[in-house]
Nanobody
């Protein structure tokens, strides 16, 4: 089992930045891929970014490439999502997730709200 808790959401103006954090507890977090997803009202959940257990491989959704950066610190059992050049379309609840390699995402945080004003 892995427990995940997000923090760092809030209200920011368009063009601004926010940094989300995800604190993991339970089994060895470094064994799991970490991911960030988001869901806006009335929309389906969207993949944002993922990172391998070692941190050596990352993937991004097309809508955030070049603006968001995912990272992790396995010594502290944390992952982060640095979000720059935020746009109103980035407004959503952001979720941290974890999965065993080649599995689906089984572990989810409770989510943190990000609101970008125009």
């Amino acid at each position: 089992q892995v427990q995940l808790v997000e923090s760092g959401g809030g209200l920011v103006q368009a063009g601004g930045s926010l940094r989300l954090s995800c604190a993991a507890s339970g089994r060895t977090f470094s064994s799991y891929w970490g991911g960030w997803f988001r869901q806006a009202p009335g929309k389906e959940r969207e993949f944002v970014a993922s990172i391998s257990g070692s941190g050596g491989a990352t993937n991004y959704g097309d809508s955030v490439k070049g603006r968001f950066t995912i990272s992790r610190d396995n010594a502290r059992n944390t992952a982060a999502l640095q979000m720059n050049l935020l746009q109103p379309a980035d407004t959503a609840v952001y979720y941290c997730a974890a999965r065993w390699p080649n599995n689906k995402y089984d572990y989810w945080g409770q989510g943190t709200q990000v609101t970008v004003s125009s």
